[in-house]
């Protein structure tokens, strides 16, 4: 029953992102930010895709990038996705169309907060053999639409918390363990911070450390 509760009652979606590499150089998206602000968000309409934007270039130290090859600029881009379209090739079709969408249309406003002008294609990283000109540059960056059931990003809706499966032994199975952010953790939301509270319970349970977690669920 408790099992069947929580699927009946803490819902989940379908998320999408995109990452851009810009190379060295070239202008760094505006998205309407104050300087010296390195992650921020952005939303232009209810209703348009990929509206949650991060400046993430801190982390280009820790990709692997040599010489002349190495960007200046990466920004990730997240929403909520719809169930629709149902096939996985279909819905990263679509993941491939909001990125167009946010470079030339709705969200090129916000690009252009920091440039003046269209977005320059060529401003994209793009080190393939005969790498091509234009909107084509788009292929070389990375999109994903999270669509299988173990991908969902698990929601803090309205009256779900109590209805979430605690990490100890107490799910009416003997020996099983939960760990992760979709478990009643404390926290209870979609958050690496919530990840690893709702792991440390679990391994708690196992093995009885760390006695003391601030903020968890006992």
Request: aromatic content about 10%; hydrophobic content about 35%; proline content about 6%.
């Amino acid at each position: 029953m408790q099992w069947q509760r929580a699927t009946e009652h803490v819902a989940t979606t379908r998320t999408q992102s995109l990452q851009v590499w810009l190379r060295s150089g070239a202008p760094i998206p505006g998205h309407g930010r104050d300087a010296g602000q390195p992650i921020t968000g952005f939303w232009y309409d209810d209703e348009s895709p990929l509206n949650v934007w991060a400046d993430m270039s801190h982390l280009l130290r820790y990709e692997g990038w040599s010489g002349t090859q190495a960007p200046g600029h990466v920004s990730y881009y997240v929403s909520p996705m719809s169930d629709a379209p149902a096939r996985h090739t279909d819905a990263r079709a679509s993941v491939r169309r909001h990125a167009e969408r946010v470079l030339v249309g709705e969200g090129a406003k916000h690009l252009r907060a920091a440039h003046a002008g269209p977005f320059d294609w060529s401003h994209l990283v793009d080190h393939r053999p005969d790498a091509p000109q234009g909107m084509e540059r788009l292929d070389a960056q990375y999109w994903r639409a999270n669509t299988y059931p173990s991908e969902r990003y698990v929601l803090s809706v309205a009256g779900s918390t109590e209805h979430r499966l605690l990490p100890h032994d107490r799910n009416g199975y003997r020996n099983l363990y939960l760990a992760g952010d979709w478990t009643r953790n404390g926290m209870n939301c979609g958050a690496m911070e919530s990840a690893v509270m709702g792991g440390l319970l679990c391994a708690r349970a196992f093995d009885g450390f760390p006695r003391k977690i601030v903020g968890a669920s006992e």
